[in-house]
């Protein structure tokens, strides 16, 4: 069975992208991401930013979505940086023994790995709704339930991970722009520690409720389910999924010429 849940970061939309059926386009980004972080040099990393590029710009104006989520990864993004240019053996910048030169093209090169593989996923939850991509997956996991696989279970699993996504980035928003109580302020200073934990207590106790509320929701309300077999009836793939088919293919053998 799928629940019908909310949408997460789904974006409604008439772009290319938006009318692609959903397994092209988990297979596309699958093999976007593993194509992303299996890059050895500059060359192969440059034809993934053409492709990203060329997303973001058939996007247009719910390609600022997919960037902004980038951005929660920018501390993430700035600390690997730093680990590289600070602890990478090989030449050292400007003379200073601390500064690695091969550490700062490495760093790089794993920043913009990280970044474009957010990228290819961001675009595919900003135009696939949760309910397209669970019918995806369950597609594809389908002949194994006849080897005695729970394919079943493994699609309320994949629902309430995918729909926890943007319950956490709500969270992490609303308690950015939550007041601090005048008890709060008195703790301030000497107690910054003690105010941190106390806040962080808080939010993992409201994301642990409103997971068990996700998954008591989608495990219990049968009424708003969809069969298999149901799920089964996905149209024929289009002209132009075949066409954007074998525009990754083509990517993959660009990707490969690159290296």
Same mark, same amino acid.
């Given at each position: ?9 789904? !974006?409604?939309?008439?772009? /290319? ?5 959903? #397994? ?17 040099? $500059? ?15 058939? *996007? ?18 700035? +600390?690997? +940086? ?6 990478? =053996?090989?030449?050292?910048? $400007? ?30 939850? /900003? ?6 991509? %669970?019918?995806? +997956?369950?597609?594809? /996991?389908? =002949? ?10 493994? !699609? ?8 926890? @996504? =943007?319950?956490?980035?709500?969270? @992490? ?23 941190? @934990?106390?806040?962080? !207590? ?5 994301? *642990?409720? #409103? ?7 989608? %495990? ?5 389910? #969809? ?24 990517? @993959?053998?660009?990707?490969? *010429?690159?290296?």
């Amino acid at each position: 069975m799928i629940a019908k849940t909310e949408n997460g970061l789904y !974006q409604a939309g008439q772009s /290319v992208i938006h009318r692609l059926d959903p #397994r092209i386009k988990l297979l596309a980004s699958l093999a976007l991401v593993v194509l992303t972080f299996a890059a050895g040099n $500059w060359a192969q990393l440059a034809v993934l930013m053409v492709v990203a590029a060329a997303a973001l710009w058939v *996007l247009s104006s719910h390609a600022l979505l997919a960037l902004r989520i980038c951005l929660l990864l920018r501390w993430l993004l700035l +600390f690997t +940086f730093l680990m590289h240019l600070l602890f990478s =053996p090989g030449r050292t910048l $400007w003379g200073l023994g601390w500064l690695s030169l091969d550490g700062l093209s490495l760093g790089g090169f794993v920043c913009l790995q990280m970044v474009l593989a957010v990228i290819f996923t961001a675009i595919l939850a /900003v135009t696939t709704s949760i309910e397209d991509l %669970a019918a995806a +997956f369950d597609w594809f /996991v389908r =002949p194994l339930s006849r080897l005695g696989c729970r394919t079943d279970d493994w !699609q309320k699993i994949l629902l309430l991970a995918l729909g926890f @996504i =943007p319950v956490v980035h709500a969270e @992490i928003h609303d308690s950015g722009k939550s007041e601090v109580t005048s008890a709060e302020r008195e703790r301030g200073g000497k107690g910054r520690w003690a105010l941190f @934990i106390m806040k962080t !207590q808080d939010f993992t106790e409201r994301m *642990l409720a #409103r997971g068990d509320k996700m998954a008591h929701d989608i %495990a219990a309300d049968e009424s708003s389910c #969809r069969s298999p077999s149901e799920l089964a009836s996905m149209r024929p793939l289009s002209l132009l999924d075949q066409y954007f088919f074998g525009t990754v293919m083509l990517v @993959i053998v660009c990707h490969w *010429l690159a290296g």
